[in-house]
């Protein structure tokens, strides 16, 4: 069998302050036939770098230094602009994270679809519509007759994504380059892509490179796994074979990042004044009503996970705690204390005592602040220290949030990495010394291992600072890691509330259950199963649908 | 019909030019990517650029007079604009090594990284600071002092009537025009200076209070904002200006001080506009709703959160911004409410010897008259213009 993409010994670089610096080093890579490639590793390890060169394409400031990247026999790298354009969208074709940011947003999904393959003389417009409605009826899209007819705007994220598919699918190509198709998007939307990405790939006997950072949709979805590493290729094997016996410790690390659970809290005892008390709150935002009759406790040391998909209600209860949002009905209580609805209303105590970290670090950090300033000002703000005093408590707050006082102190957010960014916004949540924190997805921006670093350091602050947070995530994973309480969030309600150990076992609400069902699980024939349990109509948006 | 007809002959010259030129790249290179994947737009543009440049060069070399002793005046004034252009470059890279060599660590790395314009635009931009400071000591008589010798030609060529005593020849009632060119520099961009600032005073301070607390005072502000801008800016600046020298009366200077305020009020509009719309994209930040909750202060917000990450559209703006109140001020001179006489201003230097460009034909010396003065207002532009593309490339936040 001859290999259909051949990649020797590249070597790309990238321009940064006038100088060329590796972005891969060395890489090799073959990919046969109707075989798909999963590429893994954290972001800056070069995967997206090194699957668009496997279209002899690379970014603005990007160049191959060595190496070749032959495509069914074509030197990719010395070959014609006319003949690359010939075979893009023809024989190779992409799909990017975000569907909604490629698509044009002034043309209608037929018209760019129809685009590529009239272009390319394969088949004329009318041929293409018809094809492009067969495409989507086999990607399981509602409506296929009609959905093309409608603008980006008109169809939903995990609609588009798939659509993206069928575009890259319009002229038959022999290699799709998926780069992290289903990141942006919900767990129940998700298995429904992965599902109908999978399905066509295999009908149409495509090649395809998948990249993604999370080892469980890889698994799903691959017949290999490389992994990378800054640049740097670590391992590569068969999938089960890498799932089952990793042989690198970098890989090892991966797999376990998974394991971290901390032991589950003692019940609080009845009768124990709750930190915070949300108690039948609703709100609305104009005359949409977003939040209905919400109520929950949150106990001092303990974590409260709110679970639900975009648009459920999490951000908004947050919002509501905090006073950005006053409720439209219903009180919020703190130590047994009514809180007022608005934060303009609220004392300078009442601000300090609930404390909140964002999930964009980058934009939860003045740019133009140092560091020392943005831990500095709470400790100012609400302890009325200044000078040598208030120096000393931004360095012990940066020791105990394990970063080097003297090194960090006199730095600018961007001067540091994504991880070390978000453990600033702990700090200065930290620095108002508060008793409660709402943590707003604080760890879903961020690379696993990273993410694990954060969580840890959390669960630690929380011991020995007798800490209560909300943690506001989608991520089930996050949850196990983490809560003692859940709370399943659904279209502004509470689904189901209850202690972690009950959460995870049945039975359920039958929502916690897709839930619970759609997140990927390292088992390669996960996806297979839970297809063969619940039937293709059972998953995904469609039994959000049935639901309501 | 001739010249379109030459016209014509000479783009489908080039046209053939450009085939030729990829044609023979690709023989001779044994078809490089240069040549194997250049457009044919690439080519044209490539044989245009050429010819042009050797039309030029030819054109630089004719005689600046011709056989019957009438100068060609085409060429003489080409032959100024080259050289001038010549000088400026290599003053712009000598100024370039000179920053690279001494100052700090910070002013040496800044100058590694500027292009040719921006050292261009920076130099032009310490000149005339320089200028307008020192202009009592630089200028070599007073701008109001009145000579007997009147229309004395540039050059200071007594053969082709100048004066020593005036370099740059005298206006047609006998001031020496060096001197008011470098008085003018004092008065025209101090004054271009002052309203610049009073117009970002007013029109930022407001623009940051809409964009923070929105609601009605927004749209107050807005909606004035709209009107005033609804008016032609030079049209309102006029009325304005006839209003408001009935109100100064023979007061001539008080005329200056309702001119600055008038073109500030007029300009801070924009500025408003610019202020708000950054503000807006700023509040949303959440950082910003991080000191809302800590329950920091409306100063706190706008002068520490907020104008730190304004400040590299508002600079390059007010760059801009500089250069239209620039040309308000010379345009009002021109029509005669602006600066008043006997005060050197460029604006009224142009109109006052604007008929003598009637006379390039002739004798292009005379026709510097007018041009000193309009050349040191375009120069300014240009510099500044120079710099802030090279402030908004840097601050990549606001291109184009």
Same mark, same amino acid.
């Given at each position: 069998?001859?290999?259909?993409?051949?990649?020797?010994?590249?070597? =790309?670089?990238?321009?940064?302050?006038?100088?060329?610096?590796?972005?891969?080093?060395?890489?090799?890579?073959?990919?046969? !036939?109707?075989?798909?490639?999963?590429?893994?590793?954290?972001?800056?390890?070069?995967?997206?770098?090194?699957?668009?060169?496997?279209?002899?394409?690379?970014?603005?400031?990007?160049?191959?230094?060595?190496?070749?990247?032959?495509?069914?026999?074509?030197?990719?790298?010395?070959?014609?602009?006319?003949? !690359?354009?010939?075979?893009?969208?023809?024989?190779?074709?992409?799909?990017?994270?975000?569907?909604?940011?490629?698509?044009?947003?002034?043309?209608?999904? =037929?018209?760019?679809?129809?685009? #590529?393959?009239?272009?390319?003389?394969?088949?004329?417009?009318?041929?293409?519509?018809?094809?492009?409605?067969?495409?989507?009826?086999?990607?399981?899209?509602?409506?296929?007759?009609?959905? +093309?007819?409608?603008?980006?705007?008109?169809?939903?994220? +995990?609609?588009?994504?798939?659509?993206?598919?069928?575009?890259?699918?319009?002229?038959?190509?022999?290699?799709?380059?998926?780069?992290?198709?289903?990141?942006?998007?919900?767990?129940?939307?998700?298995?429904?892509?992965?599902?109908?990405?999978?399905?066509?790939?295999?009908?149409?006997?495509?090649?395809?490179?998948?990249?993604?950072?999370?080892?469980?949709?890889?698994?799903?979805?691959?017949?290999?796994?490389?992994?990378?590493?800054?640049?740097?290729?670590?391992?590569?094997?068969?999938?089960?074979?890498?799932?089952?016996?990793?042989?690198?410790?970098?890989?090892?690390?991966?797999?376990?990042?998974?394991?971290?659970?901390?032991?589950?809290?003692?019940?609080?005892?009845?009768?124990?004044?709750?930190?915070?008390?949300?108690?039948?709150?609703?709100?609305?935002?104009?005359?949409?009503?977003?939040?209905?009759?919400?109520?929950?406790?949150?106990?001092? #040391?303990?974590?409260?996970?709110?679970?639900?998909?975009?648009?459920?209600? !999490?951000?908004?209860?947050?919002?509501?705690?905090?006073?950005?949002?006053?409720?439209?009905?219903?009180?919020?209580?703190?130590? +047994?204390?009514?809180?007022?609805?608005?934060?303009?209303?609220?004392?300078?105590?009442?601000?300090?005592?609930?404390?909140?970290?964002?999930?964009?670090?980058?934009?939860?950090?003045?740019?133009?602040?140092?560091?020392?300033?943005?831990?500095?000002?709470?400790?100012?703000?609400?302890?009325?220290?200044?000078?040598?005093?208030?120096?000393?408590?931004?360095?012990?707050?940066?020791?105990?949030?394990?970063?080097?006082?003297?090194?960090?102190?006199?730095?600018?957010?961007?001067?540091?990495?994504?991880?070390?960014?978000?453990?600033?916004?702990?700090?200065?949540?930290?620095?108002?010394?508060?008793?409660?924190? =709402?943590?707003?997805?604080?760890?879903?921006?961020?690379?696993?291992?990273?993410?694990?670093?954060?969580?840890?350091?959390?669960?630690?602050?929380?011991?020995?600072?007798?800490?209560?947070?909300?943690?506001?995530?989608?991520?089930?994973?996050?949850?196990?890691?983490?809560?003692?309480?859940?709370?399943?969030?659904?279209?502004?309600?509470?689904?189901?509330?209850?202690?972690?150990?009950?959460?995870?076992?049945?039975?359920?609400?039958?929502?916690?259950?897709?839930?619970?069902?759609?997140?990927?699980?390292?088992?390669?024939?996960?996806?297979?199963?839970?297809?063969?349990?619940? +039937?293709?109509?059972?998953?995904?948006?469609?039994?959000?649908?049935?639901?309501? | 019909?001739?010249?379109?007809? %030459?016209?014509?002959?000479?783009?489908?010259?080039?046209?053939? $030019?450009?085939?030729?030129?990829?044609?023979?790249?690709?023989?001779?290179? $044994?078809?490089?990517?240069?040549?194997?994947?250049?457009?044919?737009?690439?080519?044209?543009?490539?044989?245009?650029?050429?010819?042009?440049?050797?039309?030029?060069?030819?054109?630089?070399?004719?005689? %600046? /007079?011709?056989?019957?002793?009438?100068?060609? @005046?085409?060429?003489?004034?080409?032959?100024?604009?080259?050289?001038?252009?010549?000088?400026?470059?290599?003053?712009?890279?000598?100024?370039? *090594?000179?920053?690279?060599?001494?100052?700090?660590?910070?002013?040496?790395?800044?100058?590694?990284?500027?292009?040719?314009?921006?050292?261009?635009?920076?130099?032009?931009?310490?000149?005339?600071?320089?200028?307008?400071?020192?202009?009592?000591?630089?200028?070599?008589?007073?701008?109001?002092?009145?000579?007997?010798?009147?229309?004395?030609?540039?050059?200071?060529?007594?053969?082709?009537?100048?004066?020593? &005593?005036?370099?740059?020849?005298?206006?047609?009632?006998?001031?020496?025009?060096?001197?008011?060119?470098?008085?003018?520099?004092?008065?025209?961009?101090?004054?271009?200076?002052?309203?610049?600032?009073? @117009?970002?005073?007013?029109?930022?301070?407001?623009?940051?209070?809409?964009?923070?607390? /929105?609601?009605?005072?927004?749209?107050?502000?807005?909606?004035?904002?709209?009107?005033?801008? @609804?008016?032609?800016? &030079?049209?309102?600046?006029?009325?304005?200006?006839?209003?408001?020298?009935?109100?100064?009366?023979?007061?001539?200077?008080?005329?200056?001080?309702?001119?600055?305020?008038?073109?500030?009020?007029?300009?801070?509009?924009?500025?408003?506009?610019?202020?708000?719309?950054?503000?807006?994209?700023?509040?949303?930040?959440?950082?910003?709703?991080?000191?809302?909750?800590?329950?920091?202060?409306?100063?706190?917000?706008?002068?520490?959160?907020?104008?730190?990450?304004?400040?590299?559209?508002?600079?390059?703006?007010?760059?801009?911004?500089?250069?239209?109140?620039?040309?308000?001020?010379?345009?009002?001179?021109?029509?005669?409410?602006?600066?008043?006489?006997?005060?050197?201003?460029?604006?009224?230097?142009?109109?006052?010897?604007?008929?003598?460009?009637?006379?390039?034909?002739?004798?292009? &010396?005379? *026709? *510097?008259?007018?041009?000193? @003065?309009?050349?040191?207002?375009?120069?300014?532009?240009?510099?500044?213009?120079?710099?802030?593309?090279?402030?908004?490339?840097?601050?990549?936040?606001?291109?184009?």
């Amino acid at each position: 069998m001859s290999a259909l993409v051949e990649i020797r010994d590249l070597w =790309i670089e990238g321009r940064s302050d006038e100088t060329w610096s590796p972005i891969i080093n060395g890489a090799s890579l073959t990919l046969n !036939k109707g075989e798909v490639l999963g590429l893994i590793g954290e972001s800056g390890a070069g995967k997206s770098t090194l699957g668009l060169a496997a279209m002899g394409f690379t970014r603005d400031g990007v160049r191959i230094s060595k190496g070749s990247v032959m495509f069914d026999g074509i030197d990719l790298i010395t070959a014609s602009a006319a003949k !690359k354009r010939d075979l893009l969208g023809k024989r190779i074709a992409y799909v990017a994270q975000s569907a909604a940011a490629s698509f044009n947003p002034a043309h209608k999904l =037929i018209d760019q679809h129809t685009e #590529g393959p009239v272009q390319h003389g394969v088949m004329s417009r009318s041929e293409s519509v018809q094809d492009g409605i067969e495409l989507y009826r086999r990607l399981r899209l509602p409506n296929p007759e009609e959905i +093309g007819f409608r603008y980006p705007h008109q169809v939903s994220g +995990g609609q588009l994504q798939r659509a993206m598919t069928a575009m890259a699918m319009s002229c038959r190509p022999d290699l799709i380059i998926f780069d992290e198709p289903t990141t942006a998007l919900d767990v129940t939307t998700q298995i429904e892509v992965l599902a109908s990405i999978r399905d066509i790939v295999e009908q149409f006997d495509t090649a395809a490179i998948y990249i993604t950072h999370d080892l469980a949709v890889v698994a799903q979805m691959a017949d290999r796994i490389k992994v990378l590493l800054k640049g740097d290729e670590v391992e590569e094997a068969d999938t089960r074979t890498m799932l089952a016996q990793p042989k690198e410790e970098y890989t090892k690390s991966l797999w376990a990042v998974r394991a971290f659970e901390r032991p589950q809290k003692p019940a609080v005892h009845t009768g124990a004044t709750p930190v915070v008390s949300v108690q039948n709150v609703s709100a609305a935002y104009g005359k949409i009503q977003v939040l209905h009759d919400v109520s929950f406790d949150i106990h001092e #040391g303990r974590t409260v996970a709110v679970v639900g998909e975009s648009g459920s209600g !999490k951000s908004t209860t947050a919002r509501c705690i905090t006073g950005l949002l006053p409720p439209t009905s219903g009180l919020i209580e703190f130590d +047994g204390q009514p809180l007022p609805a608005n934060y303009k209303s609220r004392n300078k105590d009442q601000l300090r005592q609930a404390q909140m970290i964002y999930q964009m670090a980058d934009t939860a950090l003045n740019p133009r602040t140092t560091i020392g300033n943005i831990i500095g000002r709470p400790v100012q703000f609400y302890m009325g220290l200044t000078g040598k005093q208030r120096r000393r408590r931004v360095e012990e707050l940066l020791e105990e949030i394990e970063l080097p006082a003297a090194q960090y102190y006199d730095r600018l957010p961007s001067e540091l990495s994504g991880g070390q960014k978000q453990r600033i916004g702990i700090a200065r949540a930290l620095a108002a010394e508060p008793k409660f924190i =709402i943590c707003d997805e604080v760890t879903s921006a961020l690379d696993q291992l990273v993410a694990e670093g954060i969580l840890k350091l959390l669960a630690r602050l929380q011991d020995d600072l007798k800490l209560s947070y909300m943690f506001i995530t989608h991520d089930l994973a996050t949850v196990k890691a983490i809560a003692d309480e859940v709370v399943v969030m659904k279209e502004g309600k509470v689904v189901e509330q209850g202690p972690k150990h009950d959460m995870f076992v049945p039975p359920h609400h039958p929502y916690t259950d897709l839930l619970l069902s759609s997140v990927p699980e390292m088992d390669p024939d996960w996806l297979t199963n839970l297809l063969n349990e619940r +039937g293709v109509d059972n998953i995904g948006d469609a039994a959000v649908d049935k639901m309501s | 019909m001739s010249t379109l007809l %030459t016209l014509a002959l000479i783009l489908v010259a080039v046209a053939a $030019g450009g085939w030729v030129l990829r044609f023979a790249g690709q023989k001779a290179s $044994g078809n490089a990517p240069t040549f194997r994947d250049m457009p044919f737009a690439v080519a044209f543009g490539y044989v245009f650029g050429a010819s042009l440049l050797i039309f030029s060069i030819w054109y630089f070399f004719q005689p %600046t /007079q011709t056989d019957a002793g009438v100068p060609n @005046a085409g060429v003489v004034f080409f032959r100024w604009a080259v050289q001038f252009f010549i000088v400026s470059a290599i003053a712009a890279f000598l100024f370039r *090594a000179l920053g690279r060599t001494v100052g700090t660590k910070g002013s040496r790395k800044l100058f590694r990284q500027m292009p040719l314009t921006a050292s261009f635009g920076v130099l032009v931009v310490i000149l005339y600071a320089f200028t307008a400071v020192f202009a009592a000591w630089l200028a070599p008589h007073g701008q109001e002092e009145i000579f007997t010798k009147v229309n004395v030609l540039p050059g200071g060529n007594a053969a082709t009537g100048g004066d020593p &005593l005036h370099p740059l020849g005298t206006d047609q009632i006998g001031r020496d025009l060096l001197s008011r060119l470098i008085y003018g520099a004092q008065n025209t961009v101090g004054i271009a200076f002052v309203t610049t600032c009073l @117009a970002f005073f007013l029109g930022g301070s407001l623009g940051f209070l809409a964009a923070t607390l /929105q609601g009605w005072l927004d749209q107050i502000l807005s909606r004035a904002v709209d009107v005033l801008m @609804a008016i032609p800016s &030079l049209i309102f600046a006029l009325l304005l200006m006839t209003i408001a020298s009935a109100w100064a009366g023979s007061e001539r200077w008080l005329l200056t001080v309702y001119m600055i305020i008038i073109i500030a009020v007029i300009d801070s509009t924009r500025v408003f506009r610019l202020a708000r719309a950054v503000g807006l994209n700023i509040v949303v930040m959440d950082y910003i709703e991080a000191a809302k909750l800590r329950g920091e202060g409306l100063g706190y917000l706008i002068f520490k959160e907020i104008l730190p990450n304004a400040t590299a559209p508002l600079l390059a703006e007010f760059g801009l911004r500089f250069c239209f109140v620039f040309l308000t001020i010379a345009s009002l001179s021109f029509l005669g409410v602006g600066i008043q006489p006997p005060l050197a201003d460029w604006g009224t230097m142009v109109r006052d010897s604007a008929q003598f460009i009637n006379f390039a034909a002739f004798s292009p &010396l005379t *026709a *510097a008259l007018p041009l000193l @003065a309009a050349g040191a207002i375009a120069l300014l532009t240009v510099g500044v213009n120079f710099v802030v593309d090279w402030m908004l490339h840097r601050s990549s936040g606001l291109k184009e």
